[in-house]
């Protein structure tokens, strides 16, 4: 069933129910994958969000998987649609987990131990961050303006700013776990979920593809929804003709969206689950 927004030229297609061993104490959880500053994208996804909400009568959770900034045309507009309320969307609580891109902005941004290296990393071509620099700087006024957190919360909003220092690693609901990159397959969870953000890639939760995406073997238990991996770097690890479907205890929510214009989430509960797909520009 399609659901669009009349103000925005982006379509958002709704996938019928397919059956899942998620077991989520009842609760309807709403998971947005990579957004990239597809700001248009996102708020038809969020328009669709709230309606499918208000159709549920028990608790309802909105979760972020990360990856909300750079490469895309409008990095601040995601960063205002993410920062909203609960009530904006008609949703319980929302919880917003960190993605490598904003840990390699944060990072860049900070005076710490990997702000040289980070500041390379996001400027590179390919992660993207440039475009965002560009963007704070206009937004200010200032095309000299050098990264900073101070230039940042001038651009988005000190409120902005706090979600995005204060955002989780991981997320766990009944027997599913919410997370930007994934799990080892052969490591310890609770060990390899430590590790916190501020130690830049060795957080590897938010940056690992391989021992996670061709790793059969399943996760103890845990069914594990992410982010990260957009289709055209998930084939090659797992042959799937669809990456946005549950197999082997995992489903993937990235749809590449800076370059397909694809933004995807899906709609989860006790048994069951459907994929949400904004597509607007090619």
């Not at 704070?136 to 995005?164: F, I, Q, T």
């Not at 997320?171 to 776990?177: D, S, V």
């Amino acid at each position: 069933m399609p659901l669009a927004s009349p103000a925005m030229p982006v379509s958002v297609d709704v996938s019928p129910w397919k059956p899942a061993p998620c077991a989520l104490d009842g609760e309807t959880v709403f998971a947005i994958g990579d957004i990239h500053g597809c700001a248009h994208e996102l708020a038809s996804l969020l328009d669709t969000v709230t309606t499918l909400a208000r159709e549920q009568p028990g608790s309802r959770h909105l979760v972020y998987l990360g990856d909300v900034v750079d490469r895309g045309p409008d990095t601040i507009g995601a960063l205002k649609l993410w920062a909203e309320d609960a009530a904006a969307r008609g949703v319980d609580r929302i919880d917003r987990l960190i993605g490598n891109h904003e840990i390699v902005m944060l990072l860049a941004m900070a005076d710490g131990p990997h702000a040289e290296r980070a500041l390379a990393l996001w400027l590179a071509d390919g992660t993207g961050g440039a475009k965002v620099l560009e963007e704070m700087r206009r937004a200010v006024g200032d095309p000299r303006a050098k990264p900073s957190y101070e230039l940042a919360v001038a651009a988005n909003g000190e409120k902005v700013m706090r979600l995005l220092m204060t955002q989780r690693s991981h997320l766990r609901i009944g027997n599913t776990l919410f997370v930007h990159g994934g799990l080892d397959g052969q490591s310890d969870q609770a060990a390899f979920l430590a590790t916190p953000w501020t130690a830049f890639t060795d957080a590897r939760w938010a940056w690992i593809t391989r021992r996670f995406l061709d790793w059969q073997g399943g996760f103890g238990g845990t069914l594990v929804v992410h982010g990260h991996t957009p289709p055209a770097k998930h084939w090659p690890l797992t042959h799937m003709e669809d990456p946005h479907l549950f197999l082997h205890d995992r489903l993937g929510l990235d749809g590449g969206s800076a370059v397909t214009g694809v933004v995807v989430g899906a709609e989860i509960q006790d048994g069951r689950y459907r994929i949400l797909k904004a597509r607007g520009r090619p």
